[in-house]
């Protein structure tokens, strides 16, 4: 393998894994979006308890 197969063949490893690393933080983004609205909703809630 030449240095310029290598250093394609390690720029598309790059790219593939800048994909999975943007794939992840979308999911992330979703799942602190989820948590964040479970949080208000447990706020509203927990309001028509307080004593």
Known sequence: ?????RISSSTEENAAGTEEVSANSEEIMATMNWFNGNISELKKNAGHFKI
């Open 1 to 5: 393998m030449t240095n310029l197969e």
